[in-house]
């Protein structure tokens, strides 16, 4: 038989829907700015203003409300790549981060979008695995993509993709860490206080051997809190010898263990160490408890970052708090005000952000034995 049969309408195999009930599905038109302007009778330029929170100053509080009331009903929903070939601009932001999994950027990050967020910006993040390649490879897509702007919570100190990026005037802030590029703008928080903080606190316990399990040097968080520890001991008089300083190539704890456990076997007399990151403290600590040493009363050992959970490690964990949030907020600060000036050629921006000590059981004066119970967090500003 010919299967040049033609299947009208009706048939089976034509247009009716899978559920064989005949009827046909009429597919709603997408409203569009025209439909909202006709529905309150104002002009479209005045619906565009309302409905971008950055603009919607510009008109009165009743219109707005009319407007996006009228945008409610009828379901109206912007089309992003529309707005993107009319303005240049996208409404996206992208966030790079080392390690989503440590819990100190995640805060960073909710502080960005809880800035950029009420301007209408929506916020791609994207993990770096601590790796250059995949960070550079994350600014070409987030570039490709069109976003408005980048924040890095991974730079390094000499990074060329950012620095190029800020050479070509695209809007561009470092969290946390910097670069050695002053073109690039940078949030971070003031180690160098956050470090005097953590040695003027273990000298008035009574330690002079003090330790460090210092941070890589390629990165500005590894180098700065290590300067401020040689600077700051030779200003109090300590002595630090090289059997005191070890290198982490990460801060993880893997990395404070192995550090700790070389600390340990330079037979030294130190009594205290000083972590560049709360990672590298729990995995010093865990390092003493292997070897059936007792913190604080065998080492007093310190973090940096206060992240999450450090006052519920065994001990609660002596450490700068670093202002997480606060970093984020700045950084979208930062952003916007590059975004919102004609050309992107504003001026780098540096910001440092204070920092203060969270005081608790990890630390205590050498061979001091202390009570089983906890006592509150002392905070040193």
Known sequence: MSSNRKYGKGDARGSQPAGGTGERRIERKRATLKDVAKAVGVHVSTVSRALNPATR???TDGIAKRILDASEKLSYRPNPAAYSLRTNRSNTIGIIVPDITNSIFPPMIRG???VLS?????????NTDLNREREAAAISTLSARGVDGIAVASAEREDAALSALAAQGTPVVTMNRRTDDAAVSSVI??????VQQVLRHLVGLGHRRIATIAGSQNLSTGQRRYD?????????GLQIGPGQVRFADAFNEAEGRRCMEQLLASANDCTAVLCANDRLAIGAIAALRA?????PQDMSVTGFNDMAMADCIDPPLTTVRIPHYDLGQAAARFLLERMNRA??????QHQVLPVELAVRASTAAPGQQIAAAVSPVRVVR
């Open 57 to 59: 100053h510009l008109i």
């Open 189 to 194: 928080s003031d180690e160098i206080a956050g």
């Open 118 to 126: 009420p301007h209408g910006y929506a916020a791609l993040v994207v």
């Open 112 to 114: 960005l979008e809880d």
């Open 291 to 295: 070897r059936g040493l007792r913190c």
């Open 228 to 236: 401020a520890f040689l600077r700051n001991s030779v200003e109090m």
């Open 343 to 348: 050309m992107n050629r504003a001026l780098p």
